[in-house]
């Protein structure tokens, strides 16, 4: 099979949606996904969807939460962990969207990578989530699984980013990361991976080459 057949395979294997899939599906607000995003940081889905829901349940635009009290904040978001540093920046981010772009979220990825605290993977997911502009994000997931898969082998995620867009035809790019998310949710677990119902048993080398290598290394700190 090729990347692409492999990506359908694990397509028709995978069940539910991200956090971030239900957000465009039902809103498609960039600035509500651009918030969760940040606010996912380190944290599960489950706790970013209550943190999100939380926060936009009070307030809705930028200039609401640039306005709002930082206590406040601070207790809306508590569920995602961090939240003290999370709620400075969310904050500094919505003054910023409210008063340099008027209330709307840049579509461009070097504008969104200099807002405060947005990094490579948090700007992918709003060209991909809010705007369905091709990009891969990566998080631990789309990290993880490719090498797994013996796909790349990488290290870093800016390395991972650079290789799948090298064998993923970019008409691909938007599913990767819902696709690997959901799969490594479900059925490619960092730990103890359901490789019996895994659809790809029979063609997955299981190279656990450069986890094992992370994980030493983490020891040794």
Same mark, same amino acid.
């Given at each position: 099979?090729?990347?692409?057949?492999?990506? !359908?395979?694990?397509?028709?294997?995978?069940?539910?949606e991200?956090?971030? !899939?239900?957000?465009?599906?039902?809103r498609?607000?960039?600035?509500?996904?651009?918030?969760?995003?940040?606010?996912?940081?380190?944290?599960?889905?489950?706790?970013?969807?209550?943190?999100?829901?939380?926060?936009? +349940?009070?307030?809705?635009?930028?200039?609401?939460?640039?306005?709002?009290?930082?206590?406040?904040?601070?207790?809306?978001?508590?569920?995602?962990?961090?939240?003290?540093?999370?709620?400075?920046?969310?904050?500094?981010?919505?003054?910023?969207?409210?008063?340099?772009?008027?209330?709307?979220?840049?579509?461009?990825?070097?504008?969104?990578? +200099?807002?405060p605290?947005?990094?490579?993977?948090t700007?992918?997911?709003?060209?991909?989530?809010?705007?369905?502009?091709?990009?891969?994000?990566v !998080?631990?997931?789309?990290?993880?699984?490719?090498?797994?898969?013996?796909?790349?082998?990488?290290?870093?995620?800016?390395?991972?980013?650079?290789?799948?867009?090298?064998?993923?035809?970019?008409?691909?790019?938007?599913?990767?990361?819902?696709?690997?998310?959901?799969?490594?949710?479900?059925?490619?677990?960092?730990?103890?991976?359901?490789? !019996?119902?895994?659809?790809?048993?029979a063609?997955?080398?299981?190279?656990?080459?450069?986890?094992?290598?992370?994980?030493?290394?983490?020891?040794?700190?």
């Open positions: 099979m090729n990347y692409v057949e492999i990506l !359908d395979e694990i397509e028709n294997t995978i069940e539910g991200t956090h971030l !899939d239900q957000l465009a599906k039902k498609n607000d960039p600035f509500q996904i651009l918030i969760s995003t940040i606010l996912s940081a380190r944290t599960r889905d489950s706790s970013t969807e209550e943190a999100t829901k939380s926060l936009f +349940s009070r307030y809705k635009t930028p200039r609401e939460i640039s306005n709002a009290n930082i206590e406040i904040l601070e207790n809306l978001i508590h569920k995602s962990g961090f939240y003290k540093v999370k709620a400075a920046r969310i904050k500094e981010v919505s003054r910023i969207i409210s008063e340099d772009y008027r209330g709307e979220v840049p579509r461009d990825f070097n504008e969104l990578v +200099s807002l605290g947005v990094g490579a993977k700007a992918n997911c709003v060209l991909v989530y809010a705007f369905n502009i091709p990009a891969i994000p !998080d631990t997931h789309v990290h993880r699984i490719p090498n797994r898969l013996g796909w790349i082998k990488t290290i870093k995620p800016e390395q991972t980013e650079k290789k799948l867009k090298e064998i993923i035809p970019k008409s691909h790019w938007i599913r990767v990361n819902r696709l690997f998310v959901r799969f490594g949710q479900e059925i490619c677990l960092p730990i103890h991976p359901k490789c !019996d119902i895994c659809p790809l048993n063609i997955c080398p299981k190279d656990f080459t450069i986890e094992l290598a992370m994980k030493s290394k983490r020891k040794k700190k």
